[in-house]
Protein backbone atom coordinates (compact mmCIF):
# COMPACT_ATOMS: atom_id res chain seq x y z
CA UNK A 1 0.00 0.00 0.00
CA UNK A 2 1.66 3.48 -0.99
CA UNK A 3 0.78 6.99 0.05
CA UNK A 4 -1.26 7.62 -3.56
CA UNK A 5 -3.78 4.90 -2.66
CA UNK A 6 -3.98 5.46 1.40
CA UNK A 7 -6.57 8.06 1.13
CA UNK A 8 -9.53 5.88 -0.32
CA UNK A 9 -8.03 3.15 2.62
CA UNK A 10 -8.53 5.81 5.60
CA UNK A 11 -12.26 5.89 6.00
CA UNK A 12 -11.84 1.75 6.41
CA UNK A 13 -9.67 2.15 9.10
CA UNK A 14 -11.96 5.16 11.08
CA UNK A 15 -14.72 3.06 10.83
CA UNK A 16 -13.06 -0.14 11.93
CA UNK A 17 -12.64 2.00 15.06
CA UNK A 18 -15.70 3.31 15.34
CA UNK A 19 -16.87 0.12 15.60
CA UNK A 20 -14.50 -1.37 17.95
CA UNK A 21 -14.98 1.71 20.31
CA UNK A 22 -19.13 1.00 20.34
CA UNK A 23 -18.04 -2.22 21.31
CA UNK A 24 -16.16 -1.46 24.34
CA UNK A 25 -18.75 0.84 24.95
CA UNK A 26 -21.27 -2.31 24.80
CA UNK A 27 -19.09 -4.06 27.05
CA UNK A 28 -18.53 -1.24 29.74
CA UNK A 29 -22.64 -1.07 29.90
CA UNK A 30 -24.01 -4.50 29.77
CA UNK A 31 -21.48 -6.63 31.48
CA UNK A 32 -21.35 -7.06 35.54
CA UNK A 33 -17.86 -7.74 35.95
CA UNK A 34 -15.68 -5.25 37.17
CA UNK A 35 -12.58 -6.49 35.42
CA UNK A 36 -14.51 -7.25 31.91
CA UNK A 37 -15.17 -3.72 32.49
CA UNK A 38 -11.84 -2.43 32.89
CA UNK A 39 -10.66 -4.52 29.46
CA UNK A 40 -13.76 -3.13 27.56
CA UNK A 41 -12.13 0.52 28.50
CA UNK A 42 -8.58 -0.93 27.06
CA UNK A 43 -10.40 -2.27 24.13
CA UNK A 44 -11.81 1.30 23.87
CA UNK A 45 -8.15 2.99 24.12
CA UNK A 46 -7.07 0.79 21.46
CA UNK A 47 -9.98 1.88 19.17
CA UNK A 48 -8.53 5.40 19.33
CA UNK A 49 -5.13 4.39 19.16
CA UNK A 50 -5.98 3.05 15.66
CA UNK A 51 -7.56 6.16 14.53
CA UNK A 52 -4.34 7.90 15.26
CA UNK A 53 -2.03 5.89 13.55
CA UNK A 54 -3.93 6.00 10.99
CA UNK A 55 -4.11 9.56 10.84
CA UNK A 56 -0.31 9.88 11.30
CA UNK A 57 -0.04 7.54 7.97
CA UNK A 58 -2.40 9.97 6.41
CA UNK A 59 -1.12 13.52 7.24
CA UNK A 60 2.91 11.60 6.79
CA UNK A 61 3.36 12.80 10.16
CA UNK A 62 4.90 11.43 13.35
CA UNK A 63 3.43 13.20 16.42
CA UNK A 64 0.40 10.49 15.92
CA UNK A 65 2.60 7.63 17.08
CA UNK A 66 4.16 9.49 19.72
CA UNK A 67 0.20 10.07 20.97
CA UNK A 68 -0.03 6.15 21.19
CA UNK A 69 2.60 5.82 22.90
CA UNK A 70 1.58 8.21 25.53
CA UNK A 71 -2.05 6.28 25.79
CA UNK A 72 -0.51 3.31 26.23
CA UNK A 73 1.63 4.65 29.26
CA UNK A 74 -1.46 5.95 30.81
CA UNK A 75 -3.21 3.04 29.63
CA UNK A 76 -0.79 1.14 31.91
CA UNK A 77 -0.77 3.24 34.43
CA UNK A 78 -4.47 3.11 34.68
CA UNK A 79 -4.68 -0.36 34.80
CA UNK A 80 -2.50 -1.16 38.11
CA UNK A 81 -4.47 1.69 40.06
CA UNK A 82 -7.56 0.25 38.31
CA UNK A 83 -6.88 -3.53 39.68
CA UNK A 84 -5.21 -1.93 42.82
CA UNK A 85 -9.10 -0.41 43.47
CA UNK A 86 -10.52 -3.67 42.54
CA UNK A 87 -8.35 -6.20 44.50
CA UNK A 88 -9.22 -3.60 47.59
CA UNK A 89 -12.83 -3.96 46.75
CA UNK A 90 -12.86 -7.59 46.57
CA UNK A 91 -10.99 -8.18 50.19
CA UNK A 92 -13.72 -5.98 51.97
CA UNK A 93 -17.05 -7.21 49.86
CA UNK A 94 -15.80 -10.37 48.31
CA UNK A 95 -17.41 -9.38 45.08
CA UNK A 96 -16.52 -7.51 41.81
CA UNK A 97 -20.09 -7.36 40.55
CA UNK A 98 -20.47 -3.78 40.04
CA UNK A 99 -24.50 -3.73 41.19
CA UNK A 100 -23.10 -4.83 44.57
CA UNK A 101 -20.80 -2.50 45.25
CA UNK A 102 -23.17 0.94 44.47
CA UNK A 103 -23.04 2.21 47.67
CA UNK A 104 -20.96 5.12 48.37
CA UNK A 105 -20.11 3.41 52.25
CA UNK A 106 -21.18 0.15 53.77
CA UNK B 1 -4.97 -7.67 4.08
CA UNK B 2 -6.85 -5.25 5.96
CA UNK B 3 -10.76 -7.68 5.59
CA UNK B 4 -8.60 -10.43 7.35
CA UNK B 5 -6.82 -8.60 10.04
CA UNK B 6 -10.22 -6.37 10.39
CA UNK B 7 -12.70 -9.38 10.90
CA UNK B 8 -9.88 -11.05 13.07
CA UNK B 9 -10.20 -7.79 15.44
CA UNK B 10 -13.97 -7.38 15.28
CA UNK B 11 -14.70 -11.15 15.76
CA UNK B 12 -12.70 -11.13 18.80
CA UNK B 13 -13.65 -7.95 20.25
CA UNK B 14 -16.92 -9.59 20.11
CA UNK B 15 -16.01 -12.41 21.99
CA UNK B 16 -14.28 -10.16 24.45
CA UNK B 17 -17.40 -8.70 25.11
CA UNK B 18 -19.96 -11.38 25.09
CA UNK B 19 -17.81 -14.00 26.63
CA UNK B 20 -18.74 -16.25 30.12
CA UNK B 21 -15.84 -16.47 31.56
CA UNK B 22 -13.25 -13.63 32.34
CA UNK B 23 -10.10 -15.44 31.63
CA UNK B 24 -11.57 -16.39 28.02
CA UNK B 25 -12.25 -12.66 27.51
CA UNK B 26 -9.06 -11.43 28.56
CA UNK B 27 -7.46 -13.77 25.91
CA UNK B 28 -9.64 -12.53 23.34
CA UNK B 29 -8.45 -9.03 23.97
CA UNK B 30 -4.81 -10.32 23.83
CA UNK B 31 -5.86 -11.43 19.97
CA UNK B 32 -7.65 -7.93 19.35
CA UNK B 33 -4.46 -6.16 20.42
CA UNK B 34 -2.14 -8.30 18.52
CA UNK B 35 -4.58 -7.71 15.33
CA UNK B 36 -4.52 -4.32 15.95
CA UNK B 37 -0.65 -4.59 16.22
CA UNK B 38 -0.49 -5.82 12.78
CA UNK B 39 -2.69 -2.88 11.70
CA UNK B 40 0.22 -0.58 13.29
CA UNK B 41 3.09 -2.54 11.12
CA UNK B 42 0.87 -2.02 8.17
CA UNK B 43 0.61 1.37 8.69
CA UNK B 44 3.96 2.04 8.69
CA UNK B 45 4.85 2.37 12.84
CA UNK B 46 6.73 -0.92 13.40
CA UNK B 47 8.03 0.79 16.89
CA UNK B 48 4.75 1.32 18.27
CA UNK B 49 3.50 -2.10 16.85
CA UNK B 50 6.33 -4.01 19.09
CA UNK B 51 5.55 -1.89 21.93
CA UNK B 52 1.84 -2.85 21.59
CA UNK B 53 2.62 -6.53 21.84
CA UNK B 54 5.36 -6.87 24.33
CA UNK B 55 3.73 -3.95 26.66
CA UNK B 56 -0.29 -4.23 26.01
CA UNK B 57 -0.62 -8.20 25.13
CA UNK B 58 2.43 -8.88 27.35
CA UNK B 59 2.67 -7.00 30.55
CA UNK B 60 -0.81 -5.30 30.56
CA UNK B 61 -2.61 -8.56 30.45
CA UNK B 62 -0.91 -10.48 32.12
CA UNK B 63 -1.70 -8.23 35.07
CA UNK B 64 -5.23 -8.88 33.87
CA UNK B 65 -4.97 -12.25 33.61
CA UNK B 66 -2.93 -12.26 37.45
CA UNK B 67 -5.79 -10.17 39.12
CA UNK B 68 -8.65 -12.98 37.68
CA UNK B 69 -6.58 -15.63 39.15
CA UNK B 70 -5.65 -14.18 42.49
CA UNK B 71 -9.52 -13.37 42.92
CA UNK B 72 -10.99 -16.70 41.65
CA UNK B 73 -13.48 -14.12 39.71
CA UNK B 74 -13.21 -16.35 36.06
CA UNK B 75 -17.29 -16.97 36.79
CA UNK B 76 -18.91 -13.63 35.95
CA UNK B 77 -21.83 -13.15 38.02
CA UNK B 78 -25.14 -13.43 36.07
CA UNK B 79 -27.76 -11.32 37.79
CA UNK B 80 -29.03 -8.20 36.82
CA UNK B 81 -30.69 -5.68 38.86
CA UNK B 82 -31.92 -4.07 36.21
CA UNK B 83 -33.29 -6.34 33.34
CA UNK B 84 -34.03 -3.62 30.36
CA UNK B 85 -30.32 -2.04 31.31
CA UNK B 86 -28.42 -4.08 28.75
CA UNK B 87 -30.81 -3.61 25.70
CA UNK B 88 -30.81 0.24 26.18
CA UNK B 89 -27.16 -0.19 26.84
CA UNK B 90 -26.65 -1.74 23.30
CA UNK B 91 -29.04 0.41 21.46
CA UNK B 92 -27.14 3.67 22.92
CA UNK B 93 -24.01 1.95 21.72
CA UNK B 94 -25.93 1.53 18.25
CA UNK B 95 -26.72 5.15 18.43
CA UNK B 96 -23.42 6.39 18.84
CA UNK B 97 -21.94 4.04 15.62
CA UNK B 98 -24.59 5.45 13.75
CA UNK B 99 -23.55 8.73 14.38
CA UNK B 100 -19.91 8.58 14.09
CA UNK B 101 -20.17 6.53 11.07
CA UNK B 102 -22.24 9.70 9.34
CA UNK B 103 -20.08 11.82 10.36
CA UNK B 104 -17.69 9.51 8.35
CA UNK B 105 -19.53 9.58 5.48
CA UNK B 106 -20.14 13.18 5.53
CA UNK B 107 -16.41 14.15 6.01
CA UNK B 108 -14.80 11.52 3.61
CA UNK B 109 -15.20 13.60 0.43
CA UNK B 110 -12.98 16.58 1.92
CA UNK B 111 -10.35 14.03 2.87
CA UNK B 112 -10.05 12.65 -0.63
CA UNK B 113 -8.94 16.00 -2.05
CA UNK B 114 -6.62 17.01 0.55
CA UNK B 115 -3.65 15.02 -1.18
CA UNK B 116 -1.44 13.31 1.78
CA UNK B 117 2.55 13.47 1.59
CA UNK B 118 3.89 11.08 -0.82
CA UNK B 119 6.81 10.40 1.68
CA UNK B 120 6.97 7.46 3.14
CA UNK B 121 6.22 7.43 6.88
CA UNK B 122 9.55 6.25 8.72
CA UNK B 123 8.27 5.03 11.91
CA UNK B 124 11.32 3.57 13.10
CA UNK B 125 12.51 3.25 17.11
CA UNK B 126 15.05 5.78 15.84
CA UNK B 127 12.60 8.57 14.26
CA UNK B 128 10.55 8.29 17.22
CA UNK B 129 13.49 8.47 20.00
CA UNK B 130 14.40 11.33 18.25
CA UNK B 131 10.75 13.30 18.51
CA UNK B 132 10.49 12.18 21.68
CA UNK B 133 13.32 13.89 23.37
CA UNK B 134 12.93 16.56 21.82
CA UNK B 135 9.64 18.18 21.00
CA UNK B 136 7.86 15.53 23.41
CA UNK B 137 10.46 15.55 26.27
CA UNK B 138 8.26 17.93 28.77
CA UNK B 139 5.12 14.98 27.98
CA UNK B 140 7.58 12.27 28.49
CA UNK B 141 8.87 13.63 31.51
CA UNK B 142 5.32 14.37 33.07
CA UNK B 143 4.49 10.42 31.98
CA UNK B 144 6.94 9.31 34.33
CA UNK B 145 6.06 10.86 36.81
CA UNK B 146 2.67 9.65 36.09
CA UNK B 147 3.50 5.60 36.42
CA UNK B 148 5.93 6.64 39.49
CA UNK B 149 2.44 8.25 41.38
CA UNK B 150 0.28 5.16 39.67
CA UNK B 151 2.71 2.57 41.28
CA UNK B 152 2.60 4.86 45.10
CA UNK B 153 -0.93 4.74 44.69
CA UNK B 154 -1.44 0.73 43.63
CA UNK B 155 1.05 -0.55 46.43
CA UNK B 156 -0.80 2.01 49.05
CA UNK B 157 -4.10 0.66 47.95
CA UNK B 158 -3.89 -2.43 48.15
CA UNK B 159 -1.37 -2.90 50.95
CA UNK B 160 -2.87 -4.14 54.56
CA UNK B 161 -3.33 -1.51 57.02
CA UNK B 162 -3.48 -4.18 60.48
Same mark, same amino acid.
Given at each position: ????????????????????????????? $????????????????????????????????????????? $??????????????????????????? $????????? | ??????????????????????????????????????????????????????????????????????????????????????????????????????????????????????????????????????????????????????????????????
Amino acid at each position: MNADVFPQVLPLYLGLSAALFSLGVIGVL $VRRNAIIIFMSVELMLNSANLAFVAFARYWQQLDGQIIVFF $VMVVAAAEVAVGLAVIVAIFKTKKSIN $VDDISLMKG | MFGVVGAVALATAIAMVTSRSAIYSALFLVLNLCSIAVFFLILGGPFIAVVQVSVYAGAIMVLFLFVIMLLGAEHTPGEQHLPWQPAVAVLLALVLLGMTGYTLWRTVPGWSTVAAAPAELPGSPEAIGKLLFSSYLFPFEVTSVLLLVALVGAVVMTRDTK
